[in-house]
C-alpha cells in the first residue's frame, strides 16, 4: 500500500490492500500515461516486491485497475519498500481525463452511393465519439469532391473535425488534405503504421485538430483511428512523429471484412465463460429474478453451477459492486468480477469480463444468467465448434427452430470490438459485422430463447414442469 500510494496521483485511487497486494483504479475514463523506466526501477530494487501496469496510453473506464503492486514472499525489508517508492518518483502514473468538446462530422458521398452506407459511418462514429465524452455537433453530407469540402471545413464550428470520406485517401494530395488545406488548414501526417486505419490523415484548421478518417471507422473493430481520438479526446498533443511511432503494435486484430489466415484452435486452448448478472431486473415488479427458486435453487446459482460444470477453463461472474447475489454463488468454482456502473446496461459487465480475463484466452463465451435451460453440454458444444481456421470465430448457440439466442462465443479477435460495445445493445453491432464469421449450434428445444426476466416468463416456465 505505502508504494500503490505513490502512483495514485489525480484521477486515480488505491484500493484497501489484501492478500499482499494493492491496486491502483482509475476514478474516470481517460488515457493513462506509463512512465516506463519509473516502473522498471521500481521491478529492479527487490524481485519480491512487483509493480504492473496497464499499456502506455491505455485507455480506460471509471474504475478499471491500471496497476497492481504485489508481494510475492510473505514480506519484503522495509528497506526494499523504501528504494522502490523512490524510484516511481512523481508521475509514474498519469491519468488524463476526457474532456467534453463537440465534435463535427463532415461526410462525403459519390454519386450511386447507397444513404446506408452513410448512416452506418455515422452511426459507429458518433459511438466512438459518444464512448469519449465527447459531443455530436453538426454531422454534414457533401459531394466528394474538393470545392464542396472545402466548404464544409470553412463553416464548421466543432471544437474538433472529423472527415469520412466516400473514397479512401490515396496521397496528399486528395480531396481530403488538399480541401483541408485550401480551407486554411495544415495537414501534418498522412497514414499511419498501423492496420487497419493505414488511411488516415491529421491536421489542424487554426486551433482545431482534424482527421480524415479511415474507411475502417465504419465497423466497430479497434483501428487507428481509435488511438488518435482517445489522446485528442484526453488532451494529449498527437503529432507526425507520434503516429509514426505507433508501428510497434500497429498490428491489430483482423478486422471481419479483411480475414487474413490463422492457426487451427490449438487442442486445449482456453475458453472462459462471462456470465452476466449484474442487472436490476426492472420488469420484475421488485423482485430480483435471480434470486428466484429454480428447481430448487436461486436460478444465478443453477446458471452459474451450469457454466462451472462444463469444459470452459474460468467462469467469470459479473456482478455490481457489493452485490449479495453473491451469497448464491458459495461452493462453486466461479469468480466474480465487480462492475462499477451496472447501470449502464449489458455492455457494462462485459468490460469488466474481458478485462478480467486471463491474456492467453482464446475465446470468451457471453453466456445471461437468467437462461434457466442452459446445460453445461451447451457450453461444449459452442466450444467444440469454435474453429478459427475454418472460419468459426464466433459460435452462436440457436433454439430447435434455428431462432438465434445465447449463449455466444466470441474468439479473440473480436475481444477488441466487444470492449467498445455501450449501453444495452450487447453485442449485437459486432454480430451484424461479422456475420461471415459466425457459426451456429442448434440446443435442443427452446434453451437458447427461454429468458426469464417477467413474472409472466417465470409462471410459465414453471407450468412447463421444466
Keep these: ?207 482545431r485538430d482534424v482527421i480524415g478518417l479511415p474507411g475502417c471507422v465504419r465497423s466497430p473493430a479497434l483501428n487507428g483511428a481509435d488511438w488518435v481520438l482517445e489522446r485528442l479526446a484526453a488532451d494529449l498533443t498527437v503529432s507526425g512523429e507520434d503516429i509514426a511511432g505507433m508501428g510497434v503494435g500497429g498490428l491489430l486484430k483482423e478486422i471481419p471484412q479483411r480475414p487474413q489466415p490463422r492457426a487451427r484452435r490449438p487442442k486445449g486452448a482456453r475458453v472462459e465463460i462471462a456470465l452476466l448478472a449484474a442487472g436490476a431486473s426492472r420488469r420484475m415488479g421488485g423482485r430480483d429474478k435471480l434470486m428466484e427458486d429454480a428447481g430448487g435453487v436461486p436460478l444465478l446459482r443453477r446458471s452459474a453451477a451450469a457454466a462451472a460444470d462444463s469444459a470452459a477453463a474460468c467462469v467469470r461472474v459479473a456482478l455490481p459492486v457489493g452485490s449479495a447475489r453473491a451469497e448464491a454463488l458459495d461452493g462453486l468454482d466461479v469468480d466474480v468480477v465487480e462492475v462499477a456502473d451496472p447501470g449502464e446496461g449489458m455492455a457494462a459487465s462485459l468490460r469488466a469480463a474481458l478485462e478480467a480475463r486471463a491474456p492467453d484466452t482464446a475465446a470468451v463465451i457471453v453466456a445471461l444468467a437468467d437462461m434457466p435451460d442452459i446445460a453445461a453440454k451447451d457450453y461444449d458444444a459452442l466450444i467444440a465448434g469454435f474453429d478459427p481456421e475454418a472460419g468459426a470465430e464466433i459460435v452462436r448457440a440457436t433454439d430447435a427452430d434455428g431462432r438465434p439466442g445465447h449463449p455466444i462465443l466470441f474468439g479473440a479477435r473480436f475481444f477488441d470490438s466487444l470492449s467498445r460495445v455501450t449501453g444495452d445493445r450487447g453485442a449485437r453491432d459486432v454480430l451484424h459485422a461479422a456475420q461471415d464469421f459466425t457459426k451456429t449450434v442448434a440446443l435442443s428445444g427452446r434453451a437458447a430463447t427461454t429468458d426469464l426476466d417477467t413474472p409472466e416468463a417465470w409462471k410459465a416456465w414453471r407450468r412447463s414442469g421444466s
Design 1 to 207: 500500500a505505502a508504494c500503490a500510494a505513490h502512483l495514485a496521483g489525480p484521477g486515480l485511487r488505491v484500493a484497501r490492500a489484501f492478500t499482499g497486494r494493492a491496486n491502483v483504479h482509475a476514478e474516470v475514463a481517460g488515457v493513462l500515461r506509463v512512465e516506463r523506466r519509473a516502473v522498471d526501477g521500481f521491478n529492479a530494487v527487490d524481485e519480491g516486491l512487483t509493480l504492473a501496469t496497464l499499456a502506455d496510453h491505455a485507455r480506460v473506464e471509471a474504475g478499471a485497475m491500471v496497476a497492481t503492486v504485489k508481494v510475492i514472499p510473505y514480506a519484503v525489508p522495509s528497506r526494499a519498500v523504501e528504494r522502490a517508492s523512490a524510484a516511481l518518483g512523481p508521475g509514474a502514473l498519469r491519468l488524463h481525463p476526457f474532456r467534453a468538446r463537440t465534435v463535427d462530422l463532415i461526410l462525403t458521398e459519390v454519386p450511386g452511393m447507397k444513404p446506408s452506407l452513410l448512416d452506418k459511418g455515422a452511426h459507429t462514429v458518433r459511438a466512438r465519439v459518444e464512448r469519449l465524452g465527447l459531443h455530436m455537433g453538426a454531422e454534414v453530407r457533401v459531394a466528394h469532391e474538393i470545392g464542396a469540402l472545402r466548404e464544409a471545413l470553412s463553416a464548421a464550428r466543432g471544437e474538433m473535425l472529423l472527415i469520412l470520406g466516400a473514397s479512401a485517401t490515396s496521397d496528399r494530395a486528395d480531396v481530403g488534405p488538399e480541401a483541408l488545406r485550401q480551407a486554411g488548414g495544415v495537414v501534418d501526417r498522412f497514414g499511419m503504421p498501423v492496420d487497419p486505419g493505414n488511411l488516415l490523415f491529421l491536421g489542424r484548421l487554426g486551433e
